[in-house]
């Protein structure tokens, strides 16, 4: 990890120490003369929320920067989606059926990984919500690998902590819904979308409204298990009612293995790649 000269200013490092040696008195025990960037409970009021929101993008850039990874692989996926070996416990006879995508997920990771360490492990690092189910799978191939992976996790009441899989240099966690949409994007080369639920839905529509409308580059989307997705889509329908382009089912592709991923990926700019391949 690369770091800074220090400038020959006083750090606000030093500053936040000195300030625990303090005489004790009711001046220094006020909460108006804690350092502003000490100050949790002044960091947490409303006014303050553009600058968390700032410090949300720039904390996992800085950091991400720092690590020296330049792209990522985007993997969306449900979290209940349990792996295969324990799909006896799932709630319903679909999660467990779907398992088959955790091992999918896992090893297009591997495959995706062992790419990545070839440019130093800078390029197509595996990015995942960090989470269990799919996401826990994406930075487990990685794992397997022996490469490493991006966790960005969000603070949310139920279902979500860091899965032990997660490189924990890039393990990071957020309060905002859409700072973390936007750290999932900002490197992405290619974006996997397996089987979930509402969050996956949410990431899967947001993406492909922001390469739909030019605000995003077109990059290899591919949405692995088509049975699921036409089940829970009506994709034609969306094109008859006119309410997207025809051409727009073409941003996105389907796959069902991590070999079809993989190959997809690496021929996405060949016109054949994106017009041809089966799974349109």
Known sequence: MSKKTKHPLRDAGTDRAA?????????????AYKLAFNDFDFLCRDELRPVRLQLELLKPEMMLDEYGVQSTIVLFGGARIPEPAQKDGARTKTLADLSRFYDEAREFSRLMTLKSKESGGREDVIVTGGGPGVMEAGNRGAVDAEGVSIGLNIVL???????????????FNFHYFA??????LMRAKAICVFPGGFGTMDELFEALTLIQTGRMQRV???????????????????????????EDLDLFRFVETADEAMELI?????????DSIPGR
Not at 19 to 31: L, N
Not at 266 to 274: D, H, I, L, V, Y
């Open 157 to 171: 009441p139920f279902e979500q902590a860091p899965n032990a899989y997660v490189t924990p240099d890039l393990c």
């Open 266 to 274: 690496e021929n996405w700019g060949e016109p054949s790649a994106r």
């Open 179 to 184: 700072i973390r949409k936007m750290h999932f």
């Open 220 to 246: 290899p989307f591919l949405l692995f298990g088509r049975d699921f997705w036409q089940g829970i889509i009506n994709w034609d329908a969306l094109a008859d009612a006119g309410t997207i382009s025809a």
């Open 19 to 31: 300030a625990d040696g303090v005489p004790v008195t009711p001046q220094t025990q006020a909460p």
